[in-house]
């Protein structure tokens, strides 16, 4: 594994150049905050008639359409959605100048090919592991969420250490940079959002709420055991992994752990999840998925709205709503 730090960066390689930012969601309003308070030129790139133009301009930012953006730019970076991006690639491509470097933070519009850069561009990922206003407040605390580094295309033969210079304007240099790879980074994290973090941790929820409520038991209660308390052992994973969390469950819940853990995510689990990585590796799921973007994603919003109709939110909806504190 190779890590790199703060001590490995050079910032210098950015520091009067121009850094285009493209999307102002989540990750684009954290990454172009701590890039300006980092002291680096940023400029963003929105349609003038978009919400996020204004917003945008009151976060006292640089704002114009995004082929003018681009012009100029050292580093144009992708922090649109998925499906965006070979679009916006395509129709600001001419206005891109030679040996700039396009950064993105999740690879799959280039591993996946529908992002093909001309060869005097560099191609590079940095990849923060977490949301964005997760980015945005561990850099105003002082702190950094770590990232991934990948350079797929290096024309200039300076795109790591540019790579590095914008993690460490967004702060994740303090925490750590390792180098991985477009397909690395990609596959991994399809595969943590379907088989774990997303798709496997709501059916897990959903399916025991229906356990619990089918043998009789009140929906609130079984609410508040399946979805309300997981926060508690997440964060103790998260915080200190699976000591932590042994250390500060009772021993009824890490004996129960234990014994009954392997019968829920046993065999035919384990073969799902091997099942879901190939489909992943071969680009079935990317294909899927870019056929469902094309046909106007119906069947999408279709399998949303059943999860967002399901009993499970509307007695979580009524009990979150007695808890003043989640709002705060």
């Given amino acids: 594994m190779q890590m790199y730090s703060e001590a490995d960066v050079d910032t210098g390689v950015l520091n009067t150049r121009q850094v285009t930012i493209l999307g102002y969601g989540s990750q684009g309003r954290a990454h172009a905050l701590n890039l300006k308070d980092s002291g680096f ?3 963003v790139g929105l349609r003038r008639n ?3 133009w204004t917003k945008a301009e009151a976060d006292g930012l640089t704002v114009k359409e995004p082929a003018e953006a681009v012009q100029g730019a050292t580093v144009i970076v992708f922090l649109t959605p998925d499906m965006v991006q070979k679009q916006l690639y395509d129709t600001l491509v001419a206005d891109i100048g030679q040996n700039a470097t396009l950064l993105f933070a999740h ?6 090919k529908l992002i093909e850069a001309r060869d005097d561009l560099n191609v590079v990922l940095i990849a923060p592991k977490g949301p964005g206003d997760l980015v945005r407040r561990q850099y105003e605390e002082g702190h950094g969420v770590p990232c991934l580094v990948a350079v797929h295309q290096d024309a200039t033969g300076d795109a790591l250490q ?3 210079a914008y993690s460490a304007g967004i702060g994740g240099a303090r925490a750590g940079v390792i180098e991985t790879t477009f397909a690395e980074e990609t596959e991994t994290d399809l595969f943590g959002e379907q088989a774990v973090l997303c798709g496997g941790a709501t059916e897990l929820i959903v399916a025991g709420f229906e356990t619990l409520v089918e043998a009789g ?3 609130e209660v079984a609410y508040y055991e399946v979805m309300h308390e997981l926060k508690l052992i997440v964060d103790l994973l998260h915080e200190g992994g699976l000591k932590k969390m042994f250390e500060f469950i009772s021993d009824t819940a890490a004996y129960g752990d234990l014994v009954s853990g392997p019968r829920v995510v046993g065999p035919q ?3 799902a999840m091997k099942a879901i990585l190939a489909d992943i590796q071969d680009g079935t799921f990317a294909r899927n998925w870019i056929a469902e973007n094309a ?3 119906s069947e999408f919003r279709r399998m949303r709205q059943q999860d967002l109709d399901h009993p499970i939110e509307k007695v979580g909806a009524e009990l979150r709503g007695r808890m003043d504190w989640l709002r705060d």
């Fill in 295 to 297: 046909a106007g994603m």
């Fill in 269 to 271: 689990a384990r073969a």
């Fill in 162 to 164: 540019l790579a590095l």
């Fill in 50 to 52: 978009g919400a996020s």
């Fill in 107 to 112: 690879g799959f519009a280039v591993h996946f």
């Fill in 41 to 43: 030129n940023v400029v």
């Fill in 217 to 219: 038991y009140q929906p």
